[in-house]
């Protein structure tokens, strides 16, 4: 199975996947308007930094979701 289809899969039927995946995006969403503007105040770099590493976070707790139903196929 293709990890597109896991995705797909997980987001179907688990609802901590699709809170995860939703938050991830929403995550991305915003550092791509900051990162827009061009040049960021210190601030905002440090908003951009403390987003990225919460997208990863989020992404890691994916990416395991994955591997278990990976493994389980």
Do not use: N, P, Q, W
């Not at 995860?20 to 930094?49: A, P, Q, W």
Request: zero cysteines.
């Amino acid at each position: 199975m293709k990890e597109t289809e896991i995705i797909e899969r997980l987001l179907e039927g688990d609802e901590d996947f699709k809170r995860l995946y939703s938050e991830h995006r929403k995550l991305d969403d915003t550092v791509k308007e900051l990162e827009k503007k061009g040049t960021l105040s210190i601030d905002e770099e440090l908003e951009v930094k403390r987003l990225k590493k919460m997208k990863l976070a989020l992404k890691d707790k994916m990416e395991e979701k994955i591997r278990r139903v990976r493994k389980s196929l």
